[in-house]
């Protein structure tokens, strides 16, 4: 069955401070990875997308790790700010045609001060 | 970049009316949109899969004549909850796919629309 798994499910660090979360998927077959941060009560916005042969994108402070062998994913966040307190998703496309996107339930971190 | 607008972004209605929600795509042509749900804590689960000029295709469990959806042009799609009731109370996303080269895509989602049925 075509999962992806997230954790922790919640976390809370201070402000500055770095942070890793953690993404396993049992897709196959496996397209493209992708980490999504959603606002609360907003839509899910895209932060990276990794294909089976990249093994790390970054976007300003986020850093993706993609290790397709053991099929685990790390998304971290460097320096953390308060505006990055949102959920953070990752999504697995599960066929070669990338069409169908398998959702994990996505780690809500909170950065207070 | 490519932009999806959706509307309204909350709502509420009483038991038994039906609600529209909009989703445009603003500054591309969105041949395929998809319509989720989420519930709270809860991961996005997909209800329908919507290409422009065709019917609509939903996924197992989601019934069809509750949760109308039309996808007439290339930048709107409409998906109308009919006959609302309280359980129908949740948060609706729709996303669209965009093309970024001949052979690669990604997915823009809209804003969300919170339904509150009461």
């Known amino acids: 069955k075509n999962q992806v798994e997230q954790s922790p499910q919640s976390l809370i660090i201070l402000e500055g401070k770095n942070c890793t979360l953690q993404?396993?998927?049992?897709?196959?077959?496996?397209?493209?990875l992708r980490w999504y941060k959603q606002d609360t009560g907003r839509g899910p916005v895209s932060l990276t997308i990794m294909t089976f042969s990249e093994n790390t994108k970054s976007n300003g402070r986020y850093t993706a790790t993609l290790d397709a062998d053991t099929k685990q994913s790390s998304l971290h966040i460097t320096a953390s700010q308060l505006s990055d307190s949102a959920s953070y998703i990752c999504?697995?496309?599960?066929?070669?045609?990338?069409?169908?996107?398998?959702f994990g339930k996505g780690t809500t971190l909170s950065v207070s001060s | 970049g490519a932009v999806v607008s959706q509307h309204p972004s909350w709502v509420i209605c009483k038991s038994g009316t039906s609600v529209k929600i909009e989703c445009r795509s603003l500054d591309f042509q969105a041949t395929t949109m998809f319509w989720y749900r989420q519930f709270p804590k809860q991961s996005l689960m997909l209800m329908a899969t919507s290409n422009e000029g065709s019917k609509a295709t939903y996924e197992q469990g989601v019934e069809k004549d509750k949760f109308l959806i039309n996808h007439a042009s290339l930048t709107l799609s409409t998906l109308t909850v009919t006959s609302a009731h309280p359980e129908d109370s949740s948060f609706y996303i729709c996303?669209?796919?965009?093309?970024?080269?001949?052979?690669?895509?990604?997915?823009?989602f809209g804003s969300g629309t919170r339904l509150t049925v009461v």
């Open positions: 996303s669209a796919r965009v093309w970024t080269g001949p052979s690669n895509y990604g997915y823009t």
């Open positions: 999504v697995v496309s599960a066929s070669q045609a990338g069409t169908a996107l398998i």
């Open positions: 993404c396993n998927y049992t897709v196959s077959p496996f397209s493209n």
